[in-house]
């Protein structure tokens, strides 16, 4: 079992809708959280940071942890073509290396 | 200001030739990361620097790559010779501890090996 597990997808949404992309992990230690953005041919973009569990909104952006159930989550609201990318979750301890999901492909159809 | 800049942005190169990649972080940052990007997968770290020194290069193939940071700056990442298994991106990222536990990336290093 990876440390880090991400809903394969691709995942394809009308434009509008609300979006739920997700991952799980196996370490109970990591306390940092983060969702990047990747759009082809270029580098991850960090999008959210989230320390511990709890929620974070920024925009039409929100970033759950519960990390009881070691789950985390990012939600986009009013989804548009623009954000049509593979999403990466990651996490990590402080001082520890930043392990990172697989990635889950979003298109959104205008 | 100016983010992770890397170069070459895209290498294609024939199997059995050196290849080399260039960093240059945010400034200000001491932590220096070379992640392994392959198609549909998420960035595998291959080393971590904390200034100049290499503190995690667990995950780096020593017989074929290596790399350095002079001064505690800039990093180069060599692979020496290439295998068509190699043909991947190669992220740079940078970090600063004291201001949040997060890592900025570069456009990445495309590299083709054939």
């Known amino acids: 079992q990876k440390e880090v597990e991400q809903d394969p997808g691709p995942l394809s949404v009308p434009e509008g809708a609300i979006v739920s992309l997700n991952c799980t992990y196996s370490n109970s230690a990591f306390q940092y959280f983060m969702w990047y953005r990747q759009y082809s041919r270029k580098g991850p973009e960090l999008l959210m940071y989230?320390?511990?569990?709890g929620n974070k909104e920024d925009g039409r952006f929100t970033a759950q942890v519960d990390k009881s159930s070691k789950y985390i989550s990012l939600f986009i609201r009013d989804s548009q073509p623009s954000d049509s990318a593979t999403y990466l979750c990651?996490?990590?301890?402080?001082?520890?290396?930043?392990?990172f999901g697989p990635g889950t492909r979003l298109s959104v159809l205008p | 200001e100016a983010g992770v800049v890397q170069s070459p942005r895209y290498k294609i190169i024939e199997k059995k030739q050196p290849v080399a990649f260039w960093c240059n972080p945010i400034s200000g940052h001491n932590t220096l990361y070379w992640y392994l990007q392959n198609l549909g997968q998420g960035p595998e770290l291959l080393i971590r620097y904390e200034n100049e020194e290499a503190v995690d290069d667990s995950q780096l193939p020593k017989d074929r790559f290596s790399a350095e940071r002079l001064k505690g700056v800039d990093s180069t990442l060599k692979i020496q010779p290439a295998e068509l298994g190699d043909s991947a991106v190669y992220l740079c990222?940078?970090?600063?501890?004291?201001?949040?536990?997060?890592?900025?990336f570069g456009e990445g290093s495309w590299l083709t090996v054939v």
């Open positions: 989230t320390y511990s569990s």
């Open positions: 990651a996490m990590s301890n402080y001082g520890q290396n930043f392990v």
């Open positions: 990222a940078s970090s600063d501890r004291t201001g949040g536990n997060t890592i900025y």
